[in-house]
Antibody, heavy 119, light 107 residues
Framework: QVQLVESGGGVVQPGGSLRLSCAASGFTFSAFGMHWVRQAPGKGLEWVTF????????YYVESVKGRFTISRDNSRTTLYLQMNSLRPEDTAAYYC????????????WGQGILVTVSS | EIVMTQSPATLSVSPGERATLSCRASQRVNSNFAWYQQKPGQAPRLLIHSASTRATGVPARFSGSGSGTEFTLTISSLQSEDFAVYYCQQYNDWPLTFGPGTKVDIK
């Protein structure tokens, strides 16, 4: 079954850290770039970060640069998002999403995992 | 950063009617443009890419048009399952950006 399953969300205090995981199955994970996209409660979609197949040139939205790190383990078909120095404005559902052959758009999404940053 | 704007914010349509949604980019994005559908409690779903190409499994009542900075999503005859929020996205340049969404609800 082709799917992405996120885990690792929860409640964290401001300034804290959290690592999200996204387990991929049903497709050749190592052949596609991967993204994280987030959605604050009741708000729209915001792209967060991208990693190519070889993990080389990564991209981040300005608001998370220096705080978030995307990585992948192709042998485990798993995508990660290390989130440090978390802020209340990082509160959102985080989706992992698969890139397409065309590139830079999202044709498979996980169910989303909620991250709440609150004291 | 390329800013995407969508209009209207909310569109009230009766089942069977036609719906036309608009999106504008602050800079030219060529045809590097997509539409997504999101229903409550669900992840988004890719509908249209390359401005006018339907994604796999998307019904023919969905069509996309436009290039440059102005884009349109048309739903020719709204079905009950089409009531949702629709987002546009440009993928011409980093950072990738979405519009704020258009909610299509039942009139």
């Amino acid at each position: 079954q082709v799917q992405l399953v996120e885990s690792g969300g929860g409640v964290v205090q401001p300034g804290g850290s959290l690592r999200l995981s996204c387990a991929a199955s049903g497709f050749t994970f190592s052949a596609f770039g991967m993204h994280w996209v987030r959605q604050a409660p009741g708000k729209g979609l915001e792209w967060v970060t991208f990693i190519p197949v070889d993990g080389s040139e990564k991209y981040y939205v300005e608001s998370v640069k220096g705080r978030f790190t995307i990585s992948r383990d192709n042998s485990r078909t798993t995508l990660y998002l290390q989130m440090n120095s978390l802020r209340p404005e990082d509160t959102a559902a985080y989706y992992c999403a698969k890139d397409t052959h065309e590139g830079r758009l999202f044709d498979l999404w996980g169910q989303g995992i909620l991250v709440t940053v609150s004291s | 950063e390329i800013v995407m704007t969508q209009s209207p914010a909310t569109l009230s349509v009766s089942p069977g009617e036609r719906a036309t949604l608009s999106c504008r980019a602050s800079q030219r994005v060529n045809s590097n443009f997509a539409w997504y559908q999101q229903k409550p409690g669900q992840a988004p779903r890719l509908l249209i890419h390359s401005a006018s190409t339907r994604a796999t499994g998307v019904p023919a009542r969905f069509s996309g048009s436009g290039s440059g900075t102005e884009f349109t999503l048309t739903i020719s005859s709204l079905q009950s399952e089409d009531f949702a929020v629709y987002y546009c996205q440009q993928y011409n340049d980093w950072p990738l950006t979405f519009g704020p969404g258009t909610k299509v609800d039942i009139k």
